[in-house]
Nanobody
């Protein structure tokens, strides 16, 4: 099973930016579409963005469209999520997940998950 490791979370002020990283070491990431999800306290885990295996297709939840950017570097086995103009409501644990199928925002479509990285937006 694929092992994914997220990093890059932290505490930031409203309006600031962060870039999250999802890295894989054991397998070639280029075979998998990668999704980013987030889970805020007391809420369901929601799909935020997804990128196809070769990076030619990206999609975003309406709540983050124009604010977040997903990208990947298959040579480095890494996927990135740039979070810009952060708001307190973006506070959540962010997870990356992999699927050998097409991009999706459905949690059930992803079989491999990272442990998550905390993003806290507060003044």
């Amino acid at each position: 099973q694929l092992q994914l490791v997220e990093s890059g979370g932290g505490l930031v002020q409203p309006g600031e930016s962060l870039t999250l990283t999802c890295a894989v070491s054991e397998f070639t990431l280029s075979y998998f579409a990668i999704g980013w999800f987030r889970q805020a306290p007391g809420k369901e885990r929601e799909g935020v963005s997804c990128i196809s295996s070769k990076g030619e297709i990206t999609n975003y939840a309406d709540s983050v469209k124009g604010q977040f950017t997903i990208s990947r570097d298959n040579a480095k086995n890494t996927v990135y999520l740039s979070l810009n103009s952060l708001k307190p409501e973006d506070t959540a644990v962010y997870y990356c997940a992999a699927t050998p199928e097409y991009c999706s925002h459905e949690r059930a479509d992803f079989g491999s998950w990272g442990q998550g990285t905390q993003v806290t937006v507060s003044s």
